[in-house]
């Protein structure tokens, strides 16, 4: 029969194991090393914020890892600011489109009768 280790808390200080670094490889391959560190960081404050008692929290933070999501990268370039006038020119709406061929529907009934 299989013992049960104790709950307890998670320590401030606390790390992945070896182990469970090598079973979240592929989540740390796709973070990255800073977003790893992130990620466990948040993982750790999170625990120690809710009071969560586990025996282990490896087994937890490589799902919080799986979770994680990859930081979007920062915007960056040049905004342009386009005009809000009525175009004179260049292309043309769907809705000045409708209104040319409706005019040359007309133009062209007229032109039969």
């Known amino acids: 029969m299989k013992t049960q280790q104790p709950l307890s808390q998670i ?5 992945p194991s070896e182990h469970h670094l090598a079973a979240a490889h592929a989540d740390i391959d796709r973070l990255g090393p800073d977003a790893t560190s992130a990620a466990t960081a948040k993982f750790v404050r999170h625990h120690s914020a809710k009071g969560t008692a586990a025996a282990d929290f490896g087994p937890l ?9 990859a930081a979007l990268p920062t915007p960056s370039g040049v905004v ?5 006038a009525p175009r004179t020119g260049g292309t043309s709406t769907a809705t000045e489109r409708a209104a040319a061929a409706y005019d040359l529907s007309a133009r062209l009934a007229a032109e039969e009768n």
Do not use: K, N, S
């Open 80 to 84: 342009v600011h386009l005009p809000t």
């Open 11 to 15: 320590d401030p200080a606390w790390q």
């Open 61 to 69: 933070w490589i799902t919080w890892l799986a979770r994680e999501h």
